[in-house]
């Protein structure tokens, strides 16, 4: 991942600033720059998941899995299973919601989906690392705990809410994986033109909410000043951890992204679980990821998937404010 941002910068830098001529402190300049190498890696990143999720939903028995899954999901272990995948996979909201098509579709029951879903931005292994150096180890693991705690009871919660009915309809005729065995044996190669097709349909399905969302977080990065958020997230706001969610919404930056925007928000003054807040929100609940979803849930669930996780965004900065 590393490489492949190191890269499209290196492209970004050449079509902006040589062939363009744009300066890095003009504001449309950086926010085109920042456009060609978010909306490259998300698309690349969509377009990978999509192929893995045909790779899984082909080879994995899928029905024993949903099945083990539906049993155990009045105890939670379901959930706590999906918020943990989610923790350990390097995506970001955006490219966690074609593996959360691919959940669904192979029937995984809704609430784990959205565990997933919920944890797999917020918590991210090499955000983690710089964590752990910049706040130390206390604050690293009580930040992945809260990550997983979200994912879990945002899932249970949603599902005890009946939001399930609340999917795309497109969503609600599953794949079917009851194949003979003679299409059980069949290579990687054989199974390819099927995988394919489904990659397509699900990009095309999405591709262009990438597009308008992060040309909408673009703008907001090349035009906003950082001390617009500062301002409004001073110690003296008693409303500041509310306001550092609803902030960082508009945003889209990924977990480890937004790391020296908080870090820059902790120096001024702001209190670290205010902090906290902002990050939680722009990489949990940003522009682009609402416009991605509303291909993938009706407008009920959205908005309920959006009140449920920003209140546990807001308790958990209301914590962090309280213990450091």
């Keep these: 991942m ?32 920042y456009f060609i190498i978010t909306f490259s890696e998300i698309s690349i990143l969509v377009l990978l ?34 918020s943990t995948l989610g923790a350990i996979t390097p ?16 029937r995984i029951p809704f609430g784990i989906t959205l565990s997933f879903l919920i944890t797999s931005p917020l918590v991210n292994e090499i955000a983690i690392a710089l964590f752990w150096v910049t706040y130390g180890w ?3 693991v009580i930040y992945i705990i809260t990550g997983i705690v979200l994912g879990v009871v945002g899932g249970i919660v949603l599902e005890k809410l009946g939001m399930a009915k609340h999917v795309a309809d497109w969503l609600k005729t ?20 099927e995988i394919n097709t489904e990659a397509i349909q699900t990009l095309k399905k999405l591709v262009v909410y990438v597009f308008i969302g992060i040309a909408i977080g673009s703008f907001i990065h090349g035009y906003v000043p950082q001390s617009f958020f500062e301002s409004y997230l001073s110690k003296s706001n008693v409303f500041a951890v509310p306001i550092a969610v609803l902030a960082g ?21 702001v209190p670290l679980g205010t902090g906290i807040a902002f990050m939680m929100g722009a990489i949990g609940l940003s522009i682009p990821e609402t416009l991605l979803l509303k ?15 920003g209140i546990g965004m807001m308790l958990a900065g209301f914590m962090f404010n309280i213990f450091f």
């Design 91 to 106: 995506f970001c909201s955006c490219s966690s919601i074609p593996l959360f098509v691919g959940m669904l579709k192979a």
């Design 49 to 82: 998941v999509t192929y893995l999720m045909g790779i899984v939903t082909n080879y994995l028995p899928l029905d024993s899995i949903r099945i083990y899954l539906e049993k155990n999901k009045k105890t939670g272990i379901g959930n706590l299973a999906a």
């Design 249 to 269: 919404i508009p945003l889209y930056i990924d977990a480890v992204g937004v790391l020296p925007v908080l870090e820059s928000l902790v120096s001024k003054g």
């Design 138 to 140: 206390k604050v690293a």
């Design 295 to 309: 291909k993938v849930m009706k407008k009920k669930l959205i908005i309920t998937f959006y009140c449920t996780i």
């Design 2 to 33: 590393e490489t492949l941002a190191q890269l499209l910068t290196y492209l970004a830098d050449l079509l902006v600033y040589n062939c363009l001529g744009l300066s890095g402190t003009d504001k449309f300049g950086a926010a085109l720059h």
């Design 174 to 193: 599953p794949n079917s994986f009851q194949l003979s065995q003679e299409e059980n044996n069949r290579t990687l190669l054989q199974r390819l033109p």
